[in-house]
């Protein structure tokens, strides 16, 4: 190689060099935009609320522009790149902190949205937590599944069988169920859907479990479909008396960052059980070999002030798109 075409390759990367910084910085700023202007505008604009669900995937973008603008020669790119990477992270500083920890009965919940489409439920009865648990809420329940788990004989309790009336969803319980209610059957705006109230008796008191499953905000409609959803749930969880222990289990359908979430809290006095800093993702796509860390966190469990959190994890893939949410709770 001779010099003249050394210089020449060096001129011709200089050049590109030269292009990238404003194409860079550009992107940059469009994303720091985008990233904070969906969060302003998510509790007002469909698809500011959906940009919610890609936070984690955000993140990671924003560090990568970050990374990318601090290797080219450019004081502007490495600003670009850390705007662009705090305006990415803004959301996870509005996350509610988790409850805390408090002496009381032992209580175990899992809730899992089975997937309509899974016909084995063999793989979620072998995961240990689900068959210690005391309390199990499902979604998307199937009478092949509700006969698989009521023949495993784990939890001596359980929820009506007629799935259709209460949105597919389904409890089962090592404690007595002593009252079974829908939420707000009167409502006509939640796209058919409905929350179900469970009070059970744990250790001669009264536990209110409620299962939720809100619409999929696919669409505009759906969207606001789930807002009346969650409209009504935090209703009737306002309704309970403050000495009452509850939990609040099942597929939301709806991100830790999403204001419609922050909001249900602020309203109720609740707590989440996730955590503060990096929700664990629970809902992924199988079209990609299944990897769970590139999902979003919508399946959760929160509860009412007294109710105390001693630890929270997700169990293994079972055949369904969603991860099983394992609660280990203490009722004063």
């Known amino acids: ?87 990415a992270a803004v959301p996870f500083f509005l996350l509610p902190a988790p409850a805390s920890s408090t002496a009381g009965t032992p209580v175990s919940v899992v809730s899992a949205n089975i997937y309509v489409d899974n016909p084995d439920p063999s793989g979620f009865l072998a995961i240990p937590a689900v068959a210690s648990a005391d309390i199990v809420v499902l979604q998307e329940m199937t009478p092949l599944w509700q006969d698989a788990l009521v023949a495993s004989g784990l939890w001596r309790h359980e929820s009506s069988r007629d799935l259709e009336a209460n949105t597919d969803m389904k409890l089962f319980s090592r404690f007595a169920v002593l009252d079974e209610r829908t939420v707000s059957p ?54 309970e008396l403050p000495e009452t222990p509850v939990v609040v289990a099942g597929d939301w359908n709806t991100p830790s960052w999403s204001p419609f979430f922050r909001d249900l809290l602020a309203s109720t006095g609740y707590r989440t059980t996730e955590s503060r800093w990096w929700p664990s993702p629970t809902r992924f796509s199988t079209r990609y070999g299944s990897v769970t860390q590139l999902g979003t966190p919508i399946d959760r469990v929160i509860v009412s002030p007294s109710v105390g959190l001693e630890e929270l994890s997700t169990g293994p893939t079972f055949g369904s798109n969603h991860l099983p949410v394992i609660a280990r709770l203490s009722i004063p």
């Not at 990238?20 to 698809?47: G, K, N, R």
């Not at 299962?211 to 306002?238: F, G, I």
């Open 186 to 239: 009167d409502s006509v705006d939640t796209g058919g859907r409905y929350a179900v109230r469970y009070e059970l008796l744990v250790d001669d008191r009264s536990l209110v479990v409620y299962a939720v499953h809100p619409q999929t905000p696919r669409t505009p409609s759906m969207w606001r479909e789930r807002s009346a959803y969650l409209r009504d749930l935090a209703e009737a969880l306002k309704s």
């Open 1 to 87: 190689m001779t010099a003249r075409s050394t210089l020449r390759d060096f001129g011709e990367l200089s050049r590109i060099v030269r292009l990238l910084i404003p194409l860079t910085l550009a992107t940059q700023v469009v994303f720091a935009a985008a990233a904070l202007v969906s969060l302003l505008l998510s509790a007002h604009v469909w698809a500011a609320d959906m940009a919610n669900f890609l936070r984690p995937h955000m993140v990671l973008a924003g560090a990568g522009l970050c990374v990318f603008g601090f290797a080219l020669p450019s004081r502007l790119t490495r600003a670009g790149g850390v705007l662009a990477f705090v305006a």
